[in-house]
């Protein structure tokens, strides 16, 4: 079964912790994806990675990092740098420049 | 001004309806074109894709796209309430790595 797969469906955060979100793919796509999604404000995008060992900053990257050391694996790390990190944090991929499909996505509490 | 407007809802429709979900953009350089659907808590599934303008149908689905306008539409026939759920479109420029999202309008199909 071809697909996209973040773990853990929901994770909670003690102040001043960082943790790692998970996402890995088995469909060969280039390029991977990490969005934050607020109630009323729609996807923004934290970073993406369009080859293994490359990644760019997207719109809203402080207090975020990545890493691309596989093709089918871009986990996130959300530190303690970022102030309100309570959000659903959905990963994409895609193999070309459009079309992205998502994983489950993974909830993300501080507690 | 957002790069992309969308109404957030909800939209209460009995079954059986036809359904129009529509965006305003104002990036001229937009030439594709998405729509996803997203349940509660789960991540966006990937609907229609449509490159430039026109029309497009996948069974109940037909998307549709004024370049002219800057004006898209998504349309459901005979609506079912599995139709409820979120649904976001997307844009994007040819070879450009970053899709814009509209912040989704929540669809409630009542039996």
Known sequence: DGGITQSPKY???????NVTLSCEQNLNHDAMYWYRQ????GLRLIYY????NDFQKGDIAEGYSVSREKKESFPLTVTSAQK??????????SIDADTQYFGPGTRLTVL | QKEVEQDPGPLSVPEG???SLNCTYSN??????????????????????TYSSGNKEDGR???QVDKSSKYISLFIRDSQPSDSATYLCAMGNTGFQKLVFGTGTRLLVSP
């Open chain 1, 11 to 17: 994770l909670f955060r003690k102040e001043g912790q």
């Open chain 1, 38 to 41: 607020d109630p009323g404000q």
């Open chain 1, 49 to 52: 990675s369009q080859i293994v």
């Open chain 1, 84 to 93: 309100n990190p309570t959000a659903f944090y959905l990963c994409a991929s």
């Open chain 2, 17 to 19: 309806a036809i359904v």
């Open chain 2, 28 to 49: 001229s350089a937009f030439q594709y074109f998405m729509w996803y659907r997203q349940y509660s808590r789960k991540g966006p599934e990937l609907l229609m894709y």
């Open chain 2, 61 to 63: 689905f037909t998307a």
